[in-house]
């Protein structure tokens, strides 16, 4: 800027309309100016495609800080834009705006959220035209019973996807293709499913007496601007129900409505239910979506034409206009905390989406983060509790098996204790799951002649033994290797022994004890398709499974009517990790795995298997005690100056060269400037000192809840030594893990 030449630059009035600042989607510390071609019809938020060095990329005109002047480059210096993409939806104001808070607050480059706010490709190109077909020439000449079926299932103008009919009618898509040829199914484009218009008052639930003061009360919070509420209510006890009534507020406002869910598993049962209540399916938001899919989303939600979004943590960063609503369901997991690229937190970063957008937001739980009950508490958020179990038999009756006394027999893993209530359970018709958070069939496999154990080259972590896909693997960076028939150190054979227990090794000792039993295991590598995993839910909801055995898959969000018996194999599990949201999360894991059993007319029961029942979170949970155990961890959390109590930043380092590392997160800690109340601790070896052949280290940094912790950074980073070569700096803002 300051290169420029005085005069030449007085010529160029303050803001030109042929001169735009232009963001792109890339890690630049601003947006940089461009010339708008002749006759093009720009304004903040209009895509276009921007030309940066030898390669040009789609990006978003962006616009100036308030009151600030056109930057001083002489106009021959600037690069004209080479297209405006004028069938592209712009960006509204307010994703303008939100972009701008979360680079902020997160310190990262504002084109990289726009990046993540742009993450449909296909919505920048030309929609491709989609077809279906209807039945509307005549029958073909050689009929054939698959043909017929096709033709019974496509009924009379109705327009079907192909593959749907196909899936309807049972036949392979070269049936319908044939019958396309014979000119009895027509191709015609598909209408605009996302579009579809939403009833409001289509299939009101006859809410309980509880439930009703609850929708008042939330109702009462989001009909005017922005307000968090927080809905805490047990599991089961009908969440879904009340927030579906402030859904069908906003869209009776004619305004659009978010829905975030933490797991995608799960989003095609709330989809259908959604569709129930609201006559039309919503559209979806995920992963999971082709590209097609995701682009067609983008920009139905641009243009104002959907108006109920279900979708994972990203869904917060679509361009709504005309956002009313957004709800943040089981807003405790964790899965909503982002830690690569950009991260963010989005239940928070959905906060100030609300704020920014005034727009009402609600954080719904069974077992609410530490941090929005201290909101509520302090008055930032209404609380709405939900007590009772929407016509159940109660909660479940949790108790913990003692295993120092009940102790399993040699090369089990199931007490005595739970294996009776298990062949009760079955032999009543019921339902049971176990539940252990461990993916395999042994977490360490080791040679019982010379002590060697299998580790992962490149992680400090132990190779987990998947026997069912006969080989052992790294939890961290995906490294597999065939499980040898000798020691690899000793070379002694049949030495090598499994330790631990995983999910496999529950199925296969379930399997011994009840071979009649119907089993179904839920694991994510095990059930890599989204496809698999919904038809093995439906299953288990239409009870054509008897057991259930499932990591951390299962104890979310799920309606097993027919399920009674929750067996936790580890309770301690989480505990031992020691970090200090071990407890919270425990408590909230294990609080909402019990939680599925005992939904409907059953009476649920939890058994919790451990060696240290007299821990707190073990206490509170069989006490049924949810108020004692979070009144005791905030305490905890206060005198700690733990958040919410203050802030936290951490600084990860991370290097392929372990000195290197070292000495730069070392150098960094050193350049820590001065500062009264915030404390800078480390480096230290991070809880997982390598991964991917990476050393990695951390700093800590701990502020009081009022304190600028970002300026404070901003502050260091500016005269910080840089990260070169391999090494790599990237910070985390309210990290989950401290
Ligand atoms: P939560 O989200 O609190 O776990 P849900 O809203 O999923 O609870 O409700 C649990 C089950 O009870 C669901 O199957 C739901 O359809 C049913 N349910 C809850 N409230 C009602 C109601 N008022 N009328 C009919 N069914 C209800
Ligand atoms: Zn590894």
Excluded at 280 to 293: D, F, N, V, Y
Excluded at 432 to 441: I, V
Aim: aromatic share 6%; net charge negative; with cysteine.
């Amino acid at each position: 800027m300051a290169k420029s030449e005085p005069d030449q630059t007085q010529l160029i009035p303050e803001e030109t309309p042929e001169t735009v600042p232009v963001l792109v989607p890339l890690a630049l510390p601003a947006p940089y100016d461009y010339l708008v071609p002749e006759g093009a019809d720009v304004r903040p938020g209009s895509f276009v495609v921007a030309p940066l060095g030898p390669l040009k990329y789609v990006a978003a005109v962006w616009r100036r800080p308030e009151g600030a002047a056109a930057p001083n480059i002489p106009r021959s210096k600037l690069r004209a834009l080479v297209d405006v993409l004028d069938d592209v939806p712009p960006l509204p104001e307010i994703s303008l705006d939100f972009a701008e808070w979360v680079a902020d607050y997160t310190l990262t480059p504002p084109g990289m959220v726009l990046r993540m706010m742009m993450s449909a490709s296909a919505a920048f190109q030309p929609p491709p035209p989609r077809y279906g077909v209807r039945l509307a020439g005549p029958p073909p000449e050689r009929m054939t019973p698959a043909r017929t079926r096709v033709l019974d299932a496509a009924g009379n103008g109705l327009i079907w996807v192909k593959s749907l009919l196909a899936e309807a009618a049972g036949v392979s898509p070269g049936v319908i293709d044939g019958l396309v040829d014979a000119g009895t199914l027509v191709a015609e484009p598909l209408p605009d499913t996302i579009a579809r218009e939403l009833d409001p008052s289509l299939l009101r639930a006859e809410l309980s007496d509880e439930q009703r003061r609850a929708a008042e009360q939330l109702l009462d919070n989001t009909r005017d601007g922005f307000a968090v509420s927080l809905l805490d209510g047990v599991t089961g006890s009908g969440k879904t129900e009340v927030y579906f009534e402030a859904i069908a507020q906003a869209l009776s406002d004619g305004k659009q409505a978010l829905v975030m869910i933490p797991e995608i598993a799960l989003t095609a049962a709330f989809l259908t239910r959604c569709e129930e209540r609201f006559g039309a399916r919503p559209a979806e938001w995920h992963s999971g979506l082709t590209q097609s899919a995701r682009g067609r989303t983008w920009r139905a939600v641009a243009e104002g034409k959907a108006q109920l979004v279900v979708g994972a943590r990203s869904a917060l960063f679509l361009p709504f206009p005309n956002l009313g609503l957004i709800v943040v369901d089981e807003e405790h997991d964790q899965a909503y905390k982002q830690e690569d690229r950009v991260s963010y937190q989005a239940r928070d970063m959905a906060v100030v989406r609300g704020h920014l957008g005034k727009c009402p937001v609600v954080l719904s739980s069974a077992t609410p983060s530490i941090e929005s009950l201290v909101n509520a508490e302090q008055g930032r958020y209404r609380h709405i509790p939900l007590r009772a179990r929407y016509k159940a038999a109660g909660l479940p009756d949790l108790k913990a098996i003692d295993m120092r006394k009940s102790p399993p027999e040699r090369g089990s893993w199931l007490s005595p204790v739970l294996t009776e209530a298990m062949a009760e359970t079955l032999a009543r018709g019921e339902q049971a799951l176990l539940f252990l958070n461990r993916r395999g069939y042994a977490p360490l496999t080791l040679c019982r002649k010379c002590g060697y154990r299998f580790e992962c080259p490149n992680c400090s972590a132990w190779m987990v033994e998947h026997r069912f896909r006969h080989r052992l693997e790294c939890h961290h960076c995906g490294k597999f290797a065939p499980i040898p028939d000798e020691c690899p150190s000793c070379g002694a054979e049949e030495s090598l022994v499994a330790c631990g227990p995983g999910v496999e090794r529950i199925a296969e000792e379930v399997e011994a004890l009840f071979p009649e039993a119907r089993r179904a295991i839920l694991s994510s590598d095990l059930t890599p398709r989204i496809a698999d995993l919904r038809e093995t839910l439906r299953e288990i909801e239409d009870r054509e499974v008897d057991i259930v055995i499932g990591t951390q898959l299962v104890a979310k969000g799920h309606h097993f009517p027919g399920l009674a018996l929750v067996g936790v194999v580890d309770a301690d599990l989480g505990l031992a990790q020691g970090d200090p949201r071990a407890a919270e999360r425990t408590f909230q894991l294990l609080s909402q795995v019990t939680g599925r059993a005992g939904r409907e007319a059953i009476a649920g029961r939890g058994l919790l298997q451990t060696y240290m029942p007299e821990h707190p979170v073990l206490q509170a949970l069989v006490a049924g005690d949810r108020d004692a155990f979070y009144a005791q961890e905030i305490e905890a959390r206060r005198e700690a100056g733990m958040p919410p109590f203050g802030r936290l930043a951490s600084l990860l380092i991370s290097g392929s060269d372990r000195a290197a590392a070292e000495s730069y997160a070392r150098s960094l800690a050193r350049a820590a400037p001065p500062a009264e109340t915030i404390e800078v601790l480390g480096p230290a070896e991070a809880p997982l000192s390598v991964v991917r052949g990476r050393y990695r280290y951390r700093i800590l940094v701990k502020a009081p809840r009022e304190a600028d912790i970002q300026a404070y950074l901003r502050l260091w980073m500016a005269d910080a030594p840089k990260a070169r070569g391999s090494i790599r700096l990237s910070i985390d803002i309210d990290p989950y893990n401290f």
